[in-house]
């Protein structure tokens, strides 16, 4: 499960260069890279304004080289052994920012202060997806697109630790019934998941029958479109039972708790799992309804496990303190967040290009990786959230590549990223 992020915050190293005089690109100047380059300004802000240390180059090198530069510039010993802490807060002239539940942050505005505070960033936009051109396939010697298409089969899904434990919590629901909700942004792996139970039931000829109800006329400002508790209950009847649905709900409900009772009845019957894709558009009775699904039981056997996936707006359904009358179901619920890629980056990449025997060092020069975090980070006051997710990360990691062929660089370098 996920765990909470830290707030990022800026170091007191700041304070320190400001007040002696010293110049970020002095800071940068002085630390040298792997690849032989200084460290970028970039990296410097990201270092100095939100602690983020860069991944590329050692640690110990780079305080190293600031520590020695202190020194020579006539930084007082006592200053120096204080510029990794966090800036205190009366100098960073923001208000303590509040965690949410599955990882994510509130982003506060800052409070009125004499000191200067960070300044809010977006995100750019990247602009329109596009394909790799074949001029660029040519160029890095790749057959075909890694990224368009990417996932064909279970081995094509890349699974970071936190969605392996995602995945093996959706298969076991699956299974042996429970409650569990996926929530991640657009573009975080949520449909790649969804199909890959799928696959992997099929795959293991597990005895699971999957109920999913339609979403394509799903519309969040109107109650009459949102997923009510009949069309749920409609599609689990579709799902292991012939029969037609009655039209009172209450008797509708009662024939698809004969029709689950049924399905499940022996040892050898089959598992039932009700799935639903874009369930932030549900309907809060049709919570309501699913608790009482979800305690039926057949001996000390569960006769439905039920999935949920969706966007953000998801945990806002599952807030108590927003819906204190479903308080009941909603303690029943595991929630499971999809997080952005960050730490993984490299290896979702690997991942990507050894899937068609593309070496990644072939492609991107190791500070690309850095710059693809920077582009993809936003930034409110001093909260940071990341943008790392497979559909951003992919869109542009295929306009950098196009970019880089068509201006005849031999890598993906931080460069190319920034130019975009």
Same mark, same amino acid.
């Given at each position: ?208 029958? /999957? =109920? *999913?109800?339609?979403?394509? $006329?799903?519309? !969040? ?8 508790? &009949? +069309? ?102 595991? /929630? =499971? *967040?999809?997080?952005?890629? $960050?730490?993984? !980056? ?8 050894? &899937? +068609? ?64």
């Amino acid at each position: 499960m996920a765990a909470h992020r830290d707030v990022y915050q800026p170091i007191a190293l700041k304070l320190v260069l400001a007040e002696h005089g010293i110049r970020q690109a002095e800071v940068g100047e002085r630390v040298t890279q792997p690849n032989g380059r200084r460290l970028s300004r970039p990296a410097i802000n990201q270092l100095i304004n939100f602690g983020l240390w860069p991944v590329t180059t050692p640690r110990a090198e780079i305080e190293a080289a600031i520590v020695a530069l202190l020194q020579e510039r006539g930084v007082p010993e006592g200053e120096i052994a204080t510029i990794w802490q966090p800036l205190a807060a009366d100098h960073k002239g923001i208000q303590p920012q509040h965690h949410l539940p599955g990882g994510g942050a509130h982003l506060s505005r800052p409070r009125a202060s004499s000191h200067p505070t960070a300044v809010a960033t977006e995100i750019e936009p990247i602009g329109e997806p596009e394909m790799l051109y074949p001029e660029t396939r040519s160029h890095f010697k790749i057959f075909k697109d890694p990224f368009k298409d990417d996932v064909q089969s279970s081995q094509d899904v890349f699974l970071s630790a936190d969605q392996r434990y995602i995945r093996e919590a959706m298969y076991t629901v699956s299974k042996h019934g429970g409650f569990l909700a996926v929530i991640g942004e657009s573009g975080s792996g949520k449909t790649t998941l969804f199909n890959d139970l799928y696959e992997r039931i099929e795959a293991d000829r597990a005895k699971v029958i /999957v =109920a *999913t109800p339609s979403v394509v $006329d799903i519309d !969040l400002d109107s109650s009459k479109t949102r997923l009510t508790a &009949r +069309r749920v209950l409609e599609s689990i009847l579709s799902a292991i039972s012939s029969e037609r649905p009655r039209q009172s709900m209450q008797r509708l409900t009662e024939q698809v708790k004969g029709a689950l009772a049924q399905t499940t009845a022996s040892e050898s019957g089959h598992s039932v799992v009700l799935m639903v894709e874009e369930a932030h558009s549900l309907l809060p009775a049709t919570l309501k309804t699913l608790k009482r699904l979800l305690e039926l039981k057949a001996g000390h056997r569960f006769l439905l496990g039920v999935i949920l996936i969706g966007q953000p707006e998801l945990s806002d359904l599952l807030d108590e303190s927003r819906h204190p009358e479903l308080r009941e179901v909603i303690r029943r619920c595991e /929630v =499971a *967040t999809l997080m952005p890629l $960050d730490a993984h !980056l490299e290896q979702y990449v690997a991942h990507k290009l050894q &899937r +068609r025997n593309v070496d990644p060092a072939r492609v991107f020069a190791p500070d690309a990786y850095e710059a693809i975090r920077i582009r993809l980070t936003q930034r409110h006051g001093l909260t940071v959230a990341s943008q790392l997710y497979p559909l951003m990360v992919n869109n542009l990691i295929v306009k950098a590549m196009n970019q880089a062929a068509r201006i005849g660089e031999d890598l993906v370098t931080a460069d190319v990223i920034q130019s975009l």
